[in-house]
């Protein structure tokens, strides 16, 4: 039987025909860079994932569909995407593909690079950054799942955009992707890398905003001490190696980083989740930093206090 093909939107067709595809390619294996005609400067990420059942289509529509709403300054943002079908023979996929803007650098990308190192306040202002976010999307109901040095990337103006990995790879967190992509490494918390060493693939009883806290709190650190993230684990034996973390923490010292900036460093790295600092409390203790004038309300103050 010959092949028959639908197409994407003509308006998705015109979107992505202002681009062309260059050799770069993403520091996560989620799609293809491509960069605008008119402005080789502007990037985006072209992401096509392909299922079996419209079901799963559906549950990939819905959540793009509503992150194409989200427009959260330190997100990057979906742009355009669309759907076609394909028929082959007697067989049927879907694709979905999803354009999200795409800075070409990543704070991955920029460790070792640097003749001084990052000083103190630009740790902060990542730091807000990220707590913000993940704060912002843990309210919408859309927890982002995973920061790393890898998916935090950085516009031509200074400014943080964090790529939505669920969005492009379909696996809600990094746990998911560690299981289902070999080799993966990221800043998985202490209670992933567990349930990753003994195959557990549930996810109950794991806190997704205590591990969004590690990841930030180890992107952090590997911007601070100017290390790639493998320097801190042993993938050999799926552990963090707490050892370097703490040394590498209390070395801050010798390079101006205040008391305040390590101790709440210290508290996102917590090895139990049950003693590390939750993300309400996170972006709390940044305020109270960049803010410190500024009157707290009520409902702040009970949301901190009702959160272990």
């Avoid at 630009?122 to 890898?150: Q, V």
Wanted: proline content about 5%.
């Amino acid at each position: 039987m010959g092949q028959t093909q639908s197409v994407y939107s003509p308006a998705f067709e015109t979107f992505i025909g202002n681009y062309v595809y260059v050799a770069d390619k993403p520091p996560v294996e989620i799609g293809v860079i491509m960069q605008k005609k008119a402005n080789a400067s502007e990037k985006i990420v072209l992401a096509t994932r392909i299922f079996e059942d419209t079901a799963a289509l559906e549950s990939s529509l819905k959540l793009v569909t509503t992150m194409h709403d989200y427009h959260h300054p330190n997100l990057a943002n979906v742009l355009a995407h669309s759907e076609k079908n394909e028929f082959q023979c007697l067989n049927q996929t879907f694709r979905h593909a999803i354009a999200v803007e795409y800075p070409n650098c990543s704070l991955q990308a920029l460790i070792r690079t640097k003749a001084e190192g990052v000083k103190e306040p630009h740790c902060w202002y990542i730091l807000k950054a990220l707590a913000d976010l993940c704060n912002y999307m843990a309210k919408s109901g859309l927890p982002l799942g995973e920061i790393s040095p890898a998916n935090v990337l950085i516009d031509d103006g200074g400014d943080i955009k964090v790529l939505n990995l669920d969005l492009l790879t379909g696996f809600r967190t990094c746990l998911e992707r560690g299981f289902n992509l070999p080799g993966y490494h990221t800043s998985f918390a202490p209670e992933q890398l567990e349930r990753l060493n003994h195959l557990n693939r549930s996810l109950d009883g794991i806190d997704v905003g205590k591990t969004e806290v590690f990841g930030i709190g180890m992107t952090l650190l590997c911007v601070a001490t100017d290390e790639y993230i493998d320097a801190y684990y042993e993938w050999s034996s799926y552990v963090v190696n707490f050892d370097k973390v703490v040394k590498k923490i209390n070395q801050l010292k010798n390079k101006q980083f205040s008391e305040e900036f390590i101790k709440l460093l210290a508290a996102t790295l917590e090895p139990q989740p049950e003693n590390r600092m939750p993300l309400v409390e996170l972006v709390y203790r940044i305020e109270e930093h960049t803010n410190p004038g500024r009157k707290k309300g009520l409902s702040t103050i009970l949301g901190l206090r009702g959160k272990g």
